[in-house]
C-alpha cells in the first residue's frame, strides 16, 4: 500500500492530499497515468503466484510489455491476499501460443490466452484498442441495442485501461520496473471506496450488460458504494440481462452467491432490479409468500459462513432455495387440480426447471441434486416402521435435513419436525426405538404423514382331504 495509505482506509475522512498534492486532484490537471515508483507502494512481488511472474518475466525477457493488472493488484492495495492473476501484454494471441507451449488460446468474442500450470491458470490478454480504430481484420461487433458480440481489437496500455470496466481494476503493476500505472484515478477511488465506471455507464452496459452484476457484486464484496453516475441507469437497463446466454449467468450467479457475500449481494440485486432478470419466478412468489425471501436469506447466511469457514458448500443447495418457491406455488396449483402429491411435486419440479433454464442454465451435477432435496421433504415427515433409517441413509439427507431447518425458521412449516431429525441423529438405539413408537404414533393421527393401516389378511380356507 502506499505510504500512509493503511491510516486513510482507518480515518475515511483523510483529505485527498493522503496521496495526491494540494494542487493536483484526481479528476483533472495531469495528462497521463500516474506512475507511482516501488519506494511508494507496498505491493509486493512476494504476494504473487510463482506462476504468474514466470508469466511476466518470459513476456518481458522476449521484449514484450507485461503488467499485472486488475484484482490482484486492488486487493494489494486494500491489504488482501490476492488469488487470481491476470496479465496484460502488447503480445498478440499467437505470439503468446508460440511463447508458452502450455498455453491455449480460447473465446471468440474476447480471445485471450490461458497460460496453465499445473492447476493454476494464468489468463493473459492483449493490450485492446479503441472500436472506431482501423486494425485491418481485427474489428469490434456490436448489436443493435450496442451489445458487444465481438472485441479482438488491439491496442496500446492506455487504450487498454480505459477498456477495462472499473477504475479501481485498471491499475497495472510493471514487471520492468514494479511501479503502479494508474490510467483512471484508481488509486483515488480506492481510497474513499468509490465503484465507479470508465466512461458513460449506459454505454459501457450496453456494451456489456453483465457489467451491472459485476458492479453489485465488487460493491458486496469490498463494501463499496457505487458512484452515483455508475448507479444511475441500472434499474432502467436490467432488462439488458435478458440478452446474454444462461449458461455465461450460471457462471456469474457462482461469482455473486458463492464468495461469501451472498446476503449483501442478494439485498443489493433485488434493490437495482437485477434479481428479477435472473430468478422472475422467484421474484414472483417472494412478493406473494412471506417465507420466501427469508428461507432464501437463511440459506445464503449459511453458505457464507460454510465459505468463511472453509468448508465445502454445492449451488445445489442455493438453487434449492432460490426455486423452492416457484415450485411449491406450482405443486400447489396441481395438487388443486386433482393430481396426488408426489406425482405433482416432480412435475412442478420440471416446469420450474423448465422455465429457468431459459434465464439462468443449471447444469444437471446440479439440478439433479436439488431434485433430490426437493423429493426428500415429502419423505422427512413419514417416519414409521423403516422409513427413518432409510431416509436417514439417502445421500442427500443431510441436505435436506438442513433444508427442512430453513423452512421452519422462515416459518414455511411449523416447527418440530427438524427437533425430531435432529433427537433422532444423536440418539442411541433405544432414544430412536421411543422416537419411532412418537412418530408413528404422530403419523396415525396428523394428515401430513397420515399412516395406511394394513387390511388383515383372510386365512386360506384349509381343503378338507377327501377321505376325512
Keep these: 500500500m502506499f505510504k500512509g495509505f493503511s491510516r486513510f482506509l482507518q480515518s475515511p475522512g483523510t483529505h485527498l492530499r493522503t496521496l495526491f498534492g494540494p494542487e493536483e486532484t484526481a ?9 507511482i515508483p516501488r519506494s511508494e507502494h507496498t505491493v509486493s512481488r512476494q504476494h504473487f503466484s510463482e506462476s504468474a511472474l514466470k508469466v511476466l518475466y518470459r513476456l518481458h525477457n522476449a521484449g514484450f510489455e507485461a503488467y499485472l493488472v486488475g484484482g490482484c493488484i486492488r486487493d494489494s492495495l486494500l491489504g488482501r491476499m490476492p488469488k487470481d492473476f491476470d496479465v496484460a501484454t502488447d503480445a498478440t494471441p499467437e505470439q503468446l501460443r508460440d511463447l508458452f507451449r502450455n498455453s ?43 451489445l458487444l458480440l465481438r472485441d479482438n481489437v488491439w491496442g496500446n496500455i492506455e487504450e487498454d485501461a480505459l477498456r477495462r470496466d472499473f477504475t479501481i481494476n485498471a491499475l497495472y503493476y510493471s514487471i520492468a520496473d ?44 469490498l463494501d463499496f458504494q457505487l458512484a452515483p453516475a455508475t448507479e444511475a441507469p441500472i434499474r432502467d437497463l436490467a432488462p439488458l440481462l435478458l440478452q446474454i446466454p444462461p449458461a455465461r449467468l450460471f457462471d456469474e450467479i457462482l461469482k455473486l452467491f458463492m464468495a461469501g457475500h451472498g446476503v449483501t449481494t442478494f439485498r443489493l440485486l433485488r434493490h437495482y432490479g437485477l434479481f428479477a432478470m435472473l430468478f422472475p419466478e422467484t421474484e414472483e412468489v417472494m412478493a406473494e409468500q412471506p417465507w420466501a425471501e427469508p428461507l432464501i436469506e437463511a440459506a445464503l447466511a449459511s453458505t457464507d459462513r460454510r465459505i468463511h469457514e472453509e468448508r465445502p458448500v454445492t449451488p445445489a443447495f442455493l438453487f434449492a432455495a432460490l426455486l423452492w418457491g416457484p415450485s411449491q406455488q406450482r405443486q400447489a396449483v396441481l395438487e388443486a387440480d386433482g393430481m396426488p402429491p408426489i406425482p405433482a411435486q416432480q412435475a412442478a419440479a420440471q416446469q420450474v426447471i423448465s422455465r429457468q433454464l431459459q434465464h439462468v442454465a443449471i447444469p444437471k451435477r446440479f439440478s439433479l441434486p436439488m431434485r433430490d432435496i426437493w423429493e426428500l421433504q415429502q419423505r422427512l415427515p413419514k417416519r414409521s416402521g423403516k422409513r427413518a433409517a432409510q431416509t436417514r441413509e439417502h445421500p442427500r439427507f443431510r441436505a435436506a435435513y438442513d433444508f427442512l431447518l430453513l423452512r421452519e425458521a422462515a416459518g414455511e412449516i411449523a416447527p418440530g419436525l427438524g427437533d425430531w431429525w435432529t433427537a433422532y441423529q444423536e440418539g442411541d438405539d433405544h432414544q430412536r426405538g421411543r422416537l419411532l413408537d412418537k412418530a408413528q404414533g404422530d403419523e396415525g393421527t396428523s394428515g401430513n404423514g397420515r399412516g395406511r393401516r394394513r387390511r388383515p389378511r383372510k386365512r386360506r380356507r384349509r381343503s378338507t382331504p377327501p377321505n376325512a
Excluded at 27 to 35: D, H, T, V
Design 104 to 146: 491455449r488460446i480460447i473465446g471468440r468474442r474476447f480471445r485471450i490466452v490461458h497460460v496453465r500450470f499445473g492447476r493454476e491458470v494464468i489468463e493473459v490478454t492483449t493490450f485492446r484498442g479503441r472500436h472506431g480504430d482501423d486494425h485491418g481484420d481485427h474489428i469490434a461487433q456490436r448489436s443493435e441495442e450496442g
Design 178 to 221: 514494479f511501479s503502479i500505472h494508474d490510467f483512471t484515478d484508481g488509486v483515488h477511488d480506492i481510497e474513499t471506496r468509490t465503484l465507479r465506471l470508465i466512461g458513460d455507464p449506459e454505454t459501457r452496459y450496453r456494451e456489456d450488460p453483465v457489467r451491472m452484476l459485476r458492479a453489485v457484486r465488487f460493491a458486496a464484496k
Design 27 to 35: 479528476s483533472g490537471g495531469r495528462s497521463g497515468p500516474r506512475i
